[in-house]
């Protein structure tokens, strides 16, 4: 069981115990779920399908997402709206995590050169809550210089790593672009062959990381893009992620064959042997979003569209013309039954990266 090598067994953990999660994963060979998470709403369904399935998971925010859950009429110019809706976002989410009685590591997603202030913002939130409870406030955070030269991509993330390693605090970071849109950053026509990660540039990251913190892991790209397609449209190559790690093993001369902590990114639509065959070459992340967007909207849909004619006024239905309709538009109704939905897709994911039966 994954919360025997874990000293936090429930709630937010942190340091080595987000290591040794991912150690775990990789011996055992599952990888944990990322979920794109907007509001408490969504941050519930993930958390209830991860306990309802007896496994690990991480709920991470984007830049919008955590503006999203600030609220959308806060200003972001300086993404202070993105600041103080991640921080928001945090201490929700170890508000109530605990309560689900399963790990969870609190994650941020992709933070591009053009966001960095939303990162140095965090960060400095991570650094006050550390002063007080001995801990950040956020369990990682990633960085995303991948559309950066690869030396200027490098030198950055290293100081970021310098930041947070006095905290034990992950770092997540990009070589290699991921392709698609998702949440305004848009890939869709960059060469495909950028899409594709160099064994070399994995071995100069790791070998310049590792002698900083032994928290990061890299999102190395295999033709991976955002967003879900028609099936044979994206070309993944797990096996790159193999070479990947031989190359640094062979490198270093170390004794472990997965010597790196990789990360999966656009992986909505993907084939489940497409997520096996990653997980066998080391991935212990799996980022979820855009299938989960859609399985939301689909529990909210079908149940306006069965229930419309209790919808359309507040008083008036086929039972009568003074019946009153506040059972049917109550939000608690119709948003939980998007819950429901996305609960269940975030559970097939559990499933299919082999997350589920693991605590």
């Known amino acids: 069981m994954a919360t025997s090598v874990l000293s936090r067994k429930k709630g937010v953990i942190v340091g ?19 979920i794109n998470v907007t509001s408490s709403s969504t941050v519930n369904a993930a958390l209830e399908a991860a306990r309802d399935s007896k496994a690990p998971i991480i709920l991470q925010l984007s830049q919008g997402g955590a503006a999203y859950f600030g609220g959308k009429g806060l200003a972001n110019g300086k993404q202070e709206a993105s600041i103080a809706g991640a921080v928001a976002a945090a201490h929700t989410i170890r508000s109530i995590a605990e309560s689900y009685e399963i790990p969870v590591v ?50 950055t993330t290293a100081k970021y790593l310098k930041r947070a390693a006095p905290m034990k605090q992950w770092l997540e970071m990009e070589i290699g672009i991921t392709g698609g849109e998702e949440d305004g950053v848009n890939n869709e026509d960059v060469d495909n062959n950028s899409l594709y990660t160099q064994p070399e540039d994995i071995y100069e990251i790791y070998k310049t990381l590792s002698a900083i913190s032994p928290y990061f ?17 994206v070309k993944l190559h797990p096996e790159l992620l193999g070479k990947h790690q031989a190359y640094v093993k062979e490198k270093t001369g170390g004794k472990s064959d997965k010597p790196v902590f990789l990360v999966f990114h656009g992986g909505s639509g993907s084939s489940k042997q497409e997520y ?67 609960s269940k897709r975030v559970a097939e994911g559990l499933k299919d990266f082999n997350t589920a039966s693991q605590l």
């Open 106 to 155: 609190l994650h941020t997603d992709h933070c591009a050169k053009k966001l960095l202030p939303w990162l140095d913002g965090m960060m400095d939130a991570d650094e006050a809550y550390f002063k007080q409870h001995g801990e950040p406030l956020f369990s990682s955070h990633m960085i995303d210089l991948s559309e950066e030269a690869v030396d200027w991509n490098i030198e």
């Open 217 to 233: 892991s890299i999102a190395a790209g295999f033709g991976n893009v955002h967003g879900v397609y028609k099936p044979g449209n």
């Open 276 to 342: 096996l065959d990653a997980i066998n070459h080391g991935v212990v992340k799996v980022n979820l979003d855009t299938d989960l967007q859609y399985a939301y909207l689909s529990g909210v849909r079908d149940y306006v569209l069965k229930n419309k004619d209790y919808l359309m006024t507040a008083v008036g239905n086929p039972d009568g013309e003074d019946k009153p309709n506040k059972k049917w538009f109550d939000p608690r109704v119709w948003v939980r039954q998007g819950e429901l939905t996305m």
């Open 16 to 34: 080595d115990d987000v290591l040794k999660l991912f150690q775990y994963a990789q011996e055992k060979q599952f990888a944990i779920p990322a």
